[in-house]
Nanobody
């Protein structure tokens, strides 16, 4: 079955940057549109962005211009470069095989705080 493992989270000050990674296995990664979703404390899942198999991207308005998704199909890996982080970006970030968070992994915590 699908396995996704997120990494790269941490504590960062406002205005800082982080790069998240998602390692995929047990499915044909290169055939899938992949997504990042996040969940802030006490909130539901929020779609962050998606990337097609050939690298076309789309983002939520809340992160557009600050976050960039990429993928390496030869290494079954996806990335989320997050720049100019804000406190409201604090959440657990998940990679998933759908915009609703299907098959997401255990997530990686991102905390933006001074």
């Amino acid at each position: 079955q699908v396995q996704l493992v997120e990494s790269g989270g941490g504590l960062v000050q406002p205005g800082g940057a982080l790069r998240l990674s998602c390692a995929a296995s047990k499915f044909t990664f290169g055939n899938y549109i992949m997504s990042w979703v996040r969940q802030a404390p006490g909130e539901g899942l929020e779609w962050v962005g998606s990337i097609t198999a050939i690298g076309s991207t789309s983002y939520s308005d809340s992160v557009k211009g600050r976050f960039t998704m990429s993928r390496d199909n030869t290494k079954n890996t996806m990335f989320l470069q997050m720049n100019n982080l804000k406190p409201e970006d604090t959440a657990v970030y998940y990679c998933a095989t759908s915009t609703r968070g299907s098959n997401r992994g255990q997530g990686t915590q991102v905390t933006v705080s001074s």
